[in-house]
């Protein structure tokens, strides 16, 4: 079972740009599909963005997808959310999950992390 940590959250204002790390530890992690989710206070977990074992494939959210970039260094265990052009409705708990399975399928993720706080201001 891999464990996942991340990190990088932090309290910043509408236009700026953060970037988010899942650090993950425990065998063979490098062969797990990777995702961000994140939950806004009051509404349900939502998708974010995917990236394959890989690093080559990768799937986004609409909400996002011209705004995130979901990446990853197998060498280091650590995938990456760069975010750009923060805005106050990106304002939630960001967490990283890992699954056995294809980008595309939001779904399955059997692994979480604890999650990260990200507030944007306007």
């Known amino acids: 079972q891999v464990q996942l940590v991340e990190s990088g959250g932090g309290l910043v204002q509408a236009g700026d740009s953060l970037r988010l790390s899942c650090a993950a530890s425990?065998?063979?992690?490098?062969?797990?599909?990777l995702g961000w989710f994140r939950q806004a206070p009051g509404k349900e977990r939502e998708f974010v963005a995917s990236?394959?074992?890989?690093?080559?494939?990768?799937y986004y959210a609409d909400s996002v997808k011209d705004r995130c970039t979901i990446s990853r260094d197998n060498a280091k265990n650590t995938g990456y959310l760069q975010m750009n052009n923060l805005k106050p409705e990106d304002t939630a708990v960001y967490y990283c999950?890992?699954?056995?399975?294809?980008?595309?399928?939001?779904?399955?993720?059997?692994?979480w992390g604890q999650g990260t706080q990200v507030t944007v201001s306007s």
């Open positions: 999950a890992a699954k056995l399975g294809l980008v595309n399928i939001t779904k399955g993720y059997k692994a």
């Open positions: 425990g065998r063979n992690s490098f062969i797990y599909v």
């Open positions: 990236i394959g074992r890989n690093g080559f494939s990768t």
